[in-house]
């Protein structure tokens, strides 16, 4: 697979993805150390820190050297305000398999901006990338994630039964596992 950030950017005139800075560290803190945002996506650290956003951007840096990962700042077109964060991560290089993750910040969420996020991303992975599976899980709690994935065209295949643990709320989380494959996507 060809992990590389994508030329020209990916966009569909509404949203925009771009690799993160150090520049959005300030934006992500805010974005990130949000109750909805923790109660979700339970491995990132609460409170989150602009000292947290920084090691994730570094991170996220080092996965596209590594061509492990691609990180991408959502982006509303129009306006230039940061809407979300959407990543894909490498699981089975051999058999050209991704994941892909996303979180949406409180301005933006119902306005369709992840789910076409979702699709630029899986196009490029599939069209571009090389990937021949592009999946992802969501807590089955979750509906507005799992509603993304529908909306974006991703068929859901089960549930991971008690896959994960959420501290915070001392549970056990079943996700829903959807997956996309190369010309399912219109």
């Known amino acids: 697979m060809d992990l590389r950030s994508p030329d020209p950017p990916l966009s569909d005139g509404v949203v925009s993805l ?7 560290v300030p934006a992500i803190a805010a974005m990130c150390d949000e ?21 994730y951007v570094l991170a996220a840096q080092a996965a596209w050297r ?13 306006t230039g305000e940061l809407a979300g964060s959407i990543s894909i991560h490498v699981i089975d290089p051999e058999a050209a398999n991704v994941e892909v993750g996303y979180l949406t910040g409180a ?7 992840t789910t076409r996020a979702l699709k630029l991303v899986s196009r490029w992975a ?12 969501a807590d089955v709690r979750n509906v507005a994630s799992l509603r993304v994935a529908e909306k974006a ?14 501290e915070r709320e001392n549970r056990r989380i079943d996700y829903g596992v959807f997956s996309v494959l190369p010309g399912e996507l219109t």
Request: proline share 5%.
């Open 18 to 24: 771009r690799p993160w800075t150090l520049d959005d």
């Open 35 to 55: 109750t909805e945002i923790a109660r979700w996506i339970h491995q990132i650290p609460s409170p989150y820190t602009e000292r947290d956003a920084r090691e």
């Open 66 to 78: 590594d061509r492990t990962g691609a990180s991408f700042a959502v982006v509303e077109r129009e």
């Open 107 to 113: 301005p933006a969420r119902g306005l369709g901006l």
């Open 126 to 137: 599939l069209n571009d990338v090389g990937a021949k599976r592009v999946q992802l899980r």
């Open 153 to 166: 065209g991703f068929t859901r295949e089960g549930t991971l039964r008690e896959a994960g643990f959420n």
